[in-house]
């Protein structure tokens, strides 16, 4: 069983895509993905939630992970696969 993750993100976002492939690739493909071009209110709740306002945002479960660079950077240090698992 994977962790919940959620990703805000936008349609033109190069990032963005990275992140779901990857998440992708680790074999998460339950993503609840939040387009916040699309929705100003959305967009406010990540700034609320994350104190950032870039794309993507990306949470595994309770932990808000960062962008893309975090996303990558927790994997090449083998921390994603446990993360993802809920360990």
Not at 35 to 49: F, G
Request: charged share 30%.
């Amino acid at each position: 069983m994977t962790a919940h993750v959620v990703l805000y993100h936008t349609a033109a976002c190069p990032y963005c895509v990275r992140a779901e492939r990857l998440l992708e690739a680790k074999g998460v493909h339950d993503i609840e993905r939040i387009r916040v071009d699309l929705d100003p209110e959305q967009r406010q709740i990540m700034m609320q939630r994350t104190g950032r306002r870039t794309v993507p945002q990306i949470y595994v479960g309770d932990i808000h992970v960062g962008g893309f660079d975090d996303l990558y950077a927790l994997d090449q240090a083998g921390r994603l696969d446990p993360m993802l698992k809920g360990e």
